[in-house]
Every structure is written in structure tokens, then in C-alpha cells.
């Protein structure tokens, strides 16, 4: 509370309730019109609990808990918008004017090389937060946020989000649990490039680091992976012929199987054993 309060003492203490156009300087974007109270029944129906699916931006973990008063007062706060595929949504070394609530579509989240290349750290889907830790510190970007496809945004002003944290702690709580996992991600991200020797061990490190999020079925691991090859190879470092390459080879072995967007892991164990790395972090899994 204290770190939030040192962050807000600059600045002023109450809410302003009106809303905004988002500042973005590459593309335009589609200001939704404003809801009357019929589309907008949270401000006027006290009988609207607040994990109703009527909510109309209740995904994600920022939201887990809020009260009532809560999502009404972000829902006066949050501009809403629709931007197509390609928009630059936060580009690096940007200030931190606003802060952004991805609700419908995939934004890729990446890091660029002054001579083009670029890092893929990650896809962000529904409930994620594009810009948290910059709007936290106030330091400018290090990321560049670019929507995969056409995306529904809210957006608050970054002194209207520290004023909401200030107000309502179930909310600093979700996001100092969003940015530990940001952190464990980025963790779990370099353990892949930094300690394995090979393309082949880092596209299987990589591939068990999906299968957190993944599908357990009777046939091993299912992964909904929209990424291209060329992608895969950003996210790793190698290009798209060596990770074309590779899968070609896991699937030959018999590792993970492709069908369409869905990768298939039979055994999570085996993987880790290809991969070298400690394969009793899956005890209950056949080895092939």
C-alpha cells in the first residue's frame, strides 16, 4: 500500500469521471459509442453481482473480487475502443499515459533490435494487461504491443488506474499478483534461452513451458498454438527453416503431434528427457 501511496503522492488523490480518446500515434482506432443505462446495467441495477457475465469487461484477473462500486467506477473511468489487426497499441521507450485492458482478441508483445530484429516475448489474450509494469513505475515502455488481430481495448488513464488501485485494495492485490506472474514468466523465459545449448532443447523447453496453459486429455497435452513457424523462432531466437526443421523431427519422434492449430504432447516426461531437463517434474506420465 505504502509503494502505491509513494507513487500517487506526486499527484492528485480523486477520481475524474469522464472518458477519453486513447493517444495513440500509428493507425486509428473505433471509439465505441457511449452505452445507454439498458446497455449499461451495472449502473443502474444494484442486483448485478459482480462475476456476472453481464459484466461487460469482467475477464481477468485484475477483476477477481472487485465489489460492485468497484466495477462500476472502472467501467466510468475505461474509454472503449476496437482497433484492427496490425495497430501498434504500445510501442518501446513510450510514456506511460494509459494503461490497457485487452478484452476480446491477441495482441503479440515483443521486444525490436534497432536493425529489425525481434524478440517475441509472448501472445496476450482476453483478461491480460498490456502496459502494467510501466504504468506501475512510470518508467516508458520496453515492450511493443502490436494487436495479432481485431481487438476490443479498454483503456484508463494511468493517473485514474494508480487513483483506482489507491481506492480499491482488492484491485492492487490482483496486480501485484498479475506483475509475480509477469515476473515467473520472464523467468521461465530465460531459463529457455539461457540455459539450453541447443534450438532443438529450446523449442522443447518452450513447448512444456505451453503445456502450463494447455489441455489435459487421454491422449497426452493439447495446445492451442496460433503461432507461425517464423514466430515460433522469434520467441527463441532461430529462424523459420531451423524450427520447421525440429518440429518435423518431435513429431517424427514421436513427441508431439499437429493437428491444424492444435499441438499435441503424449508425454510431458518425454519431452523434458529430449529437452534435458528434470523429468520427474512429471512423475504420473509414461516415459514414450
Not at 60 to 81: I, M, N, P, Q
Not at 92 to 106: T, Y
Not at 119 to 124: C, E, N, P, Q, Y
Request: charged fraction near 25%.
Amino acid at each position: 500500500m505504502r509503494f502505491l501511496q509513494l507513487i500517487h503522492s506526486q499527484t492528485r488523490s480523486r477520481f475524474r469521471f469522464h472518458r477519453r480518446e486513447p493517444d495513440f500515434s500509428e493507425g486509428k482506432v473505433q471509439i465505441c459509442e457511449k452505452r445507454s443505462a439498458g446497455e449499461f446495467p451495472m449502473l443502474v441495477s444494484s442486483e448485478l453481482k459482480w462475476d456476472d457475465a453481464r459484466w461487460p469487461s469482467g475477464t481477468g484477473e485484475f477483476f477477481r473480487g472487485l465489489s460492485f462500486d468497484a466495477r462500476r467506477d472502472f467501467e466510468l473511468l475505461a474509454t472503449h475502443f476496437h482497433c484492427p489487426p496490425t495497430e501498434v497499441l504500445i510501442g518501446e521507450d513510450q510514456i506511460p499515459f494509459s494503461i490497457l485492458f485487452l478484452l476480446e482478441g491477441e495482441v503479440n508483445v515483443s521486444m525490436n533490435s534497432p536493425d529489425g530484429r525481434r524478440f517475441l516475448v509472448g501472445v496476450a489474450g482476453a483478461g491480460d494487461i498490456l502496459g502494467l509494469s510501466s504504468a506501475v513505475s512510470g518508467d516508458s515502455s520496453e515492450i511493443r504491443a502490436e494487436a495479432r488481430f481485431p481487438c476490443k481495448i479498454a483503456s484508463l488513464q494511468r493517473q485514474d488506474f494508480l487513483d483506482f488501485l489507491l481506492n480499491y485494495p482488492a484491485a492492487y492485490q490482483n496486480v501485484i499478483r498479475e506483475l509475480s506472474l509477469l515476473y515467473r514468466r520472464s523467468c521461465e523465459r530465460l531459463r529457455i534461452l539461457g540455459l539450453a545449448t541447443s534450438v532443438p532443447a529450446k523449442i522443447a523447453r518452450l513447448v512444456l513451458d505451453w503445456c502450463r496453459e494447455g489441455q489435459k486429455t487421454k491422449s497426452g497435452t493439447e495446445i492451442r498454438c496460433m503461432l507461425t513457424h517464423e514466430e515460433i523462432g522469434e520467441c527463441i531466437g532461430a529462424s523459420r527453416e531451423t524450427v520447421t526443421r525440429t518440429l518435423t523431427d518431435l513429431k517424427n519422434q514421436g513427441l508431439i503431434r499437429l493437428n491444424g492449430s492444435t499441438l499435441i504432447v503424449p508425454s510431458r516426461m518425454a519431452l523434458a528427457v529430449y529437452a534435458g531437463i528434470d523429468s520427474m517434474r512429471f512423475p504420473n506420465e509414461p516415459v514414450a
